[in-house]
């Protein structure tokens, strides 16, 4: 579906606070409670957002992300649509401090 760019940076807003900050943080900086036990990545880093492409950003979204058989982050495939996660891969971009 078309939507204008502001409305769907909002919507990929909402996204990442309904799907995504519990773990990696309103602020993207993986600092929750669950953040911290996972160890996550801080998204606000130069250092972060050089390390990881666009592509790599949305398959861990969509894919999920793993390690061997173990199961790190879940995928969102059936959550969340090509566009809404790409939209999200925006969202992380904008996090860069
Ligand atoms: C239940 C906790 C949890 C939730 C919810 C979650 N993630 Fe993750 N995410 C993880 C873990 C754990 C990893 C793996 C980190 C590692 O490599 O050790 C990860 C990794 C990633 C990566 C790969 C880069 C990296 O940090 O290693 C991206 C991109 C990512 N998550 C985006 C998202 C997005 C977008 C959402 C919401 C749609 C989301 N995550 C929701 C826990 C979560």
């Known amino acids: 579906m078309w939507m204008p760019l502001q409305s769907m940076a909002e ?20 600092k929750t409670k669950a953040g911290i ?15 990881i492409t666009d592509k790599e950003l949305f398959a861990a979204t969509k894919d999920g992300v793993k390690d061997g058989e173990k199961v790190k982050m ?4 059936e959550k969340l649509s090509d566009e809404e996660i790409e939209a999200l891969v925006g969202h992380v971009r904008s996090f860069l401090e």
């Open 37 to 51: 036990k996972l160890k996550l990545k801080d998204y606000t880093t130069a250092e972060f957002q050089e390390s």
């Open 11 to 30: 919507e990929a807003g909402q996204n990442w606070k309904t799907h995504c900050s519990k773990c990696h943080g309103a602020d993207g900086k993986g």
């Open 74 to 77: 879940k995928p969102f495939a």
